[in-house]
């Protein structure tokens, strides 16, 4: 099957920064007890990509497996007053991939990435690169390095 453009575009992002990643391919991810089977166990190391829309802007959340997005937090970022996930046509449409495969890496540059403040705390994460078959590990540094070189990064607190 084809990749996304997404994908494609992650891969790319990631090789033209020389930045080390390993890659778990694997039947399609539908949930987080997937993402833990694939991963050995990771829950909280297992990243959730959201694409949040208000009106036409939008905003892709990035916060750990563990955790439910509080849209009150969401709703209290300027531009995002109204925001709500996205359904699969705005995620195709906006992104290019499907709901479930959304990344934090390697979509359209005027999209701002909020990063749950969390994640800063650990070593290495997993990522879904825009393809529900692949999953990405790679170290906090290398990934906070590529999200704050190629996107309007933004840290936030997952706390109502």
């Given amino acids: 099957m084809e990749k996304s453009s997404v994908y494609n575009s992650a891969i790319a992002i990631l090789k033209c920064a020389e930045i080390e990643y390993e890659v778990f391919e694997h039947r399609p991810?539908?949930?987080?007890?997937?993402?833990?089977?694939?991963t050995g166990g990771y829950e909280r190391e297992n990243?959730?990509?959201?694409?949040?829309?208000?009106?036409e802007n939008h905003g892709i959340f990035?916060?750990?497996?563990?955790?439910?997005?509080?849209?009150?937090?969401?709703?209290?970022?300027?531009?995002?007053a109204k925001g709500k996930l996205a359904?699969?046509?705005?995620?195709?449409?906006?992104?290019?991939?499907?709901?479930?495969?959304?990344?934090?890496?390697?979509?359209?540059?005027?999209?701002?990435?909020?990063?749950?403040?969390s994640?800063?705390?650990?070593q290495f994460l997993f990522i879904n690169p825009g393809d529900a078959s692949t999953t990405l590990k790679l170290?906090?540094?290398?990934?906070?390095?590529?999200l704050s070189k190629h996107y309007d990064l933004r840290i936030f607190t997952n706390v109502a």
């Avoid at 990243?47 to 009106?55: H, P, Q």
């Avoid at 990035?62 to 995002?80: A, Y």
């Avoid at 705005?90 to 403040?117: Q, R, T």
């Avoid at 994640?119 to 650990?122: A, I, R, S, T």
């Fill in 29 to 38: 991810i539908q949930n987080m007890a997937d993402a833990i089977e694939v």
């Fill in 47 to 55: 990243l959730k990509s959201l694409l949040i829309a208000s009106g």
């Fill in 62 to 80: 990035v916060l750990p497996g563990d955790q439910r997005l509080e849209f009150s937090v969401v709703r209290s970022i300027e531009g995002l």
């Fill in 87 to 117: 359904d699969r046509r705005l995620v195709f449409e906006v992104l290019g991939c499907e709901p479930g495969s959304v990344s934090p890496i390697g979509n359209p540059k005027n999209i701002p990435v909020f990063l749950e403040e």
């Fill in 119 to 122: 994640v800063l705390g650990f």
């Fill in 139 to 146: 170290s906090l540094k290398s990934f906070f390095d590529v």
